[in-house]
């Protein structure tokens, strides 16, 4: 991942519905959630859940499905994984016993 993608992905979770919206659709893997559920679960109109969807979409964090004449949408984890590992590949100088505490706690979750 290059600079200018990470700005654009944390620039589409730094909006608290968008942000809540894709940790309900990572939450949801590796099923996903319809567009409709999702603005229903977070109490959002469909037509503005639509442009926060569009906005996560396009800075590559989730995909859309198109089930029959739904659009069913996944985070995209790769992009998540991406970005994480962009935020703290240089993380700790190099002394990995620094990181280990970080780890642990990314590893129970997954």
Request: proline residues 5%; glycine residues 6%.
């Amino acid at each position: 991942m290059d600079t200018d993608s990470a700005i654009s992905a944390l620039g589409a979770l730094a909006q608290g519905t968008r942000l809540d919206a894709f940790r309900l659709l990572v939450r949801h893997e590796p099923d996903g959630l319809a567009a409709g559920e999702v603005a229903r679960r977070l109490d959002v109109p469909q037509n503005t859940m639509s442009v926060h969807l569009a906005t996560l979409a396009r800075a590559g964090l989730i995909r859309a499905e198109r089930r029959s004449r739904v659009i069913n949408y996944r985070a995209d984890l790769d992009r998540l994984r991406a970005l994480t590992l962009f935020l703290v590949q240089d993380c700790c100088g190099g002394r990995p016993e620094l990181c280990a505490p970080l780890i642990a706690e990314l590893t129970p979750c997954c």
